[in-house]
């Protein structure tokens, strides 16, 4: 399965991540002053993707002064990127086979769990409860990395999933963008999932650390090959696939290496393809799974105030791009980190095989991969960010209008993409609230919905008249309507 030369050819005879330039550049950079910190601020307001010694040394301020300049400048970017808009989304785990045998996993291969593989009628269930009872518009499907799910099955998968049309209050509910989160392919296989309609290609790293790779991942299995994993997304995107998604499970290895690493990833991926960079960016910490010692043994656990800073300070080295913050958290820390840089989050998750269409179906560790942080319902999540002021946006307009790869990088540097946001955002929204809250979310949302009508209309007075034509329509009835 692993190909040589599809690592070869963007490797040459070393990769991207250079433990040594890491190491010296965190230990040159330590102690910045104040005017070096605010002068690589101002780089980020410009939307300019950081360099190492740049990013080292926002991860050593020690001054708590500058730590809010930090956290206030992310939440700025962000603003500047992504407007007042939060998009969500929910996982499906479609299949927990797998040939792995990773030391912090609940799926690994030595783990004697019930195995199993959604049919595709239960993947149509799982989804009509998804769409048409809950109300999410975005997905990503979850493969374990075995025969029994390979590229055929996931495209096959994405096809079920798009099939499906729910009657709701109003309108109708339906899967709109389906992103993969799966093993490393090949280009062959990437291109098979590009003609089934992927969203965003996601596979995370875990870790950039070369030894503590090798440690967790054992040599005799296939993600034991690190540099086939490193380099999975240079593929996709040469396969076509337009977006693709690279994260680390913080906890493997020091956080600070970590966050040089995803920035090193990143400034590679821009280098290959013309100044394309990810798409999405995650950052989930190590939570408690079956049998997974090393996860009560790990020596680099994050603590929620460097989990803080490392979501701010991946905002700023890597300002364009997407930052999802899952249900592995709790409510509390979402709560506070959101404001500094996530841009997406899950709601009303379950990550148990089957486990959306099977109410009784709770949290258990012989049934998925980890343990839940947060377990609140799409409507309680949207009812608490409409209170913090934010929009939930359900628009997946800008990729089926072509607004990826080299475009959308250029629409996110300038912030122009924002406004195609916030338009889409305040419809789907209306969407949402009409077909699936309940009465005293749909009561804040209202209020969040007057907010961002008036400002489009002092801010973007060109599409308001057509906004409102949208708007009148989606309240009589009418869905899918974007710019």
Not at 180 to 185: I, Q, S
Not at 307 to 327: D, E, H, N, W
Not at 424 to 449: C, H, M, S, Y
Not at 452 to 465: A, D, Q, W
């Amino acid at each position: 399965m692993i190909k040589t030369e599809e690592i070869t050819r963007y490797m040459g005879t070393e990769d991207f991540i250079d433990e040594i330039a890491i190491e010296k550049s965190l230990r040159d950079n330590q102690n910045p002053d104040s005017y070096r910190i605010k002068d690589i601020l101002k780089k980020s307001l410009a939307i300019e993707t950081l360099d190492l010694d740049q990013t080292a040394a926002l991860l050593n301020v020690q001054d708590a002064d500058l730590w809010d300049d930090i956290f206030l400048t992310a939440a700025l970017v962000k603003k500047k990127v992504y407007d007042n808009r939060i998009v969500t989304f929910a996982p499906m785990y479609c299949s927990n086979y797998c040939i792995n045998n990773c030391a912090y996993c609940g799926f690994k291969s030595d783990n004697y769990i019930e195995r199993k593989k959604l049919s595709f009628d239960q993947i149509r269930e799982e989804t009509k409860v998804l769409a048409g009872e809950i109300g999410h518009k975005r997905l990503v499907t979850v493969y374990g990395e075995h025969p029994y799910s390979d590229v055929h099955y996931i495209a096959d998968t994405l096809e079920a999933i798009y099939s499906v049309k729910v009657q709701t209050k109003k309108g109708f509910g339906q899967i709109r963008r389906v992103n993969v989160n799966c093993a490393p392919l090949s280009i062959d296989d990437l291109e098979i999932l590009k003609k089934s309609g992927i969203g965003t290609y996601q596979v995370f790293q875990e870790t950039y650390h070369h030894k503590t790779y090798q440690n967790l991942h054992p040599a005799s299995t296939i993600k034991g090959n690190y540099h086939w994993r490193l380099y999975c997304m240079h593929r996709a995107l040469d396969a076509g696939i337009d977006d693709v998604g690279i994260g680390v499970l913080f906890g493997l290895y020091d956080w600070r290496f970590e966050v040089m690493g995803l920035l090193c990833h990143a400034r590679d991926l821009e280098r290959c393809f013309n100044g394309i960079g990810p798409h999405t960016v995650s950052f989930p910490r190590l939570e408690p799974a079956m049998n997974a010692s090393h996860v009560s043994e790990a020596s680099y656990k994050v603590s929620d105030e460097d989990f803080k800073r490392l979501v701010a300070v991946i905002r700023l080295s890597i300002p364009y791009a997407g930052m999802i913050i899952t249900a592995r958290e709790s409510s509390n820390i979402r709560h506070e980190v959101i404001p500094i840089g996530c841009t997406q989050t899950d709601a009303s998750t379950r990550i148990g095989i089957g486990a959306y269409s099977k109410r009784s179906f709770g949290q258990k560790e012989d049934r998925q991969q980890f343990l839940l942080g947060d377990i609140r319902t799409l409507d309680e999540v949207i009812a608490e960010l409409a209170q913090m002021g934010y929009i939930t946006s359900f628009c997946t307009a800008g990729y089926r209008c072509g607004r990826t790869g080299g475009c959308i990088m250029e629409l996110l540097r300038s912030g122009k993409e924002g406004e195609f946001c916030k338009l889409n955002a305040i419809l789907t929204f209306r969407e949402w609230l009409d077909d699936f809250a309940t009465p005293q979310t749909k009561a804040v949302g209202e209020v969040v919905i007057a907010k961002e009508i008036g400002e489009v209309k002092n801010r973007l007075p060109s599409f308001y008249l057509k906004l409102i034509e949208y708007y009148k329509k989606i309240e009589d009835g009418q869905r899918d309507i974007y710019f």
